[in-house]
């Protein structure tokens, strides 16, 4: 008999719960007079960034966060970028600051990010968070990485003690995500473009999770059967739509689970990028309680 399909790992039901949480704690928040606000820095005319902008700006706006797009032109020098993101993060009123890529020619993100304050760096893009995530210090994570656990976490798939195997080592998904996953307690493998033989290092994986960024690039060789696979890819198609980084056609009957895309990491990203924000205006606010941004597992 043929397999059963893999279970689909869906992202829409956990991130309406994040929003429903956030809008709570947002309008406590404001009623106690600290209305949260998230600034976004885009430097770029290219239309699917303004679109993911714009979806960031109305979930933000839902659930009771003020979204500011602060733009400058394509033609941005990076240390025009490098003021204005000091400005934000100077700024009082500003809890939240991104800076958005694709940025303009000359401008490297990992280094303008160093002028976003760290208790702001809601998307961990400040080279400072990161390595306070790899020594386990408070920080906020990538949301994007972060997702990828929040995903396994809402779908009860267990990580202590677990391989987990990693497709890529960007500073965005693959690095941050490793350091989740280790503090998790899973046993984490991380794979990139020089990983001599890939389907090697994935396919006896519990877990893989692929951040390459390369259509079709996971497919059935690479997993072990009922293996979970996590696509955390989001590649433009010709037709104007999205695909991910694994070949769904084959994992998909030869893996346990496998988040979709769209529809899977994407709206927990977005969820945790508002999570970070309240997070954020609440330690602004001094009315933060529990635990702090990031400081252990499930806390980003
Ligand atoms: P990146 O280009 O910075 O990094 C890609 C990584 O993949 C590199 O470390 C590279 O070594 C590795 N890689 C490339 N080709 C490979 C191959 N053939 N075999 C093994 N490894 C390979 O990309 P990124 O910013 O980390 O993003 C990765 C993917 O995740 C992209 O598709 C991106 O669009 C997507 N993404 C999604 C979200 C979301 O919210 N869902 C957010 C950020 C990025």
Redesign the pocket.
């Known amino acids: 008999a043929a397999p059963p399909p893999a279970r689909a790992l869906t992202g829409a039901a956990r991130a309406a719960e994040l929003r429903a949480e956030v809008a709570a704690l947002a309008a406590s928040l404001t009623e106690r007079g600290t209305t949260p606000r998230l600034a976004v820095l885009v430097a770029t005319e290219d239309e699917s960034t303004a679109w993911y902008v714009r979806s960031i700006a109305r979930a933000a706006t839902k659930t009771g966060i003020v979204c500011d797009t602060v733009t400058l032109p394509p033609t941005a020098s990076p240390d025009r970028i490098a003021e204005l993101l000091a400005e934000l993060s100077a700024d009082p009123a500003v809890h939240g600051v991104i800076l958005q890529t694709p940025l303009p020619p000359g401008a490297v993100a990992a280094e303008l990010a160093a002028a976003i304050a760290p208790d702001k760096d809601v998307d961990g893009a400040n080279p400072l968070s990161l390595g306070r995530l790899a020594a386990g210090r408070p920080a906020f994570a990538p949301?994007?990485a972060a997702?990828v656990v929040e995903l396994l976490d809402a779908h009860g798939i267990e990580l202590l003690g677990r391989t987990v195997a990693v497709?890529?080592?960007?500073t965005?998904?693959?690095k941050p995500l490793a350091h989740l996953l280790l503090d998790r307690d899973a046993t984490v493998t991380v794979?990139?473009?020089?990983?001599a033989d890939?389907a090697a290092a994935t396919r006896h994986a519990d877990i893989v999770v692929a951040?390459?960024?390369?259509p079709g690039?996971i497919t059935a060789a690479h997993i072990g059967e009922g293996a979970v696979v996590v696509d955390?890819?989001?590649?433009p198609t010709p037709e104007g739509g999205l695909t991910g980084?694994v070949d769904a056609e084959s994992v998909a009957p030869k893996a346990g689970a496998l988040s979709p895309v769209p529809g899977g990491?994407?709206p927990i990203?977005t969820a945790l990028l508002l999570r970070h924000t309240v997070r954020a205006a609440e330690r602004a606010a001094g009315a933060a309680t529990g635990p702090e941004p990031g400081a252990g597992p499930g806390l980003t």
């Open positions: 949301a994007t997702a497709v890529g080592r960007s965005v998904v693959g794979c990139h473009s020089r990983t890939l951040a390459a960024g390369r690039l955390v890819g989001t590649n980084d990491v994407g990203t």
